[in-house]
């Protein structure tokens, strides 16, 4: 999750291009506040730790594999606690330049029946 896609390149030289997403880098991460970024590393560990449980491939995860989680949450965790989950998930999905399975249409209705 703290991996941002490591190169943007604006077609000059290589040195600008790592100059380029090293600042990238920074100013994804400063558009959430520290707190929140520690809840989404956390909060991805435990989707991943879950996963592997499961057999279940974290990265990139399927709508189906994020409807178990969160079903498998829905007994012990708060409904905004889940959400930020969801959040956590799709942020780390986003950020390794995957789509986020959490965009689903049944992702969407599992988190709205738990809530």
Partial sequence: MTNLPASISTGSSE????????????YAVASR???????????????????TEHDLAPMPATAP?????????AVTYKPSSISRRVAAISVAHQAAGFDSPT?????SAVLSGIR
């Avoid at 965009?103 to 992702?107: I, L, T």
């Fill in 15 to 26: 040195t600008e291009s790592v100059r380029l997403s090293e600042a990238a880098k920074a």
């Fill in 33 to 51: 506040a520290p707190r929140t970024l520690a809840a989404y590393r956390s909060d991805f560990r435990h989707f991943a730790q879950w996963c």
């Fill in 103 to 107: 965009r689903s249409a049944a992702v």
């Fill in 65 to 73: 594999t994020v409807c178990e989680y969160l079903t498998s949450l």
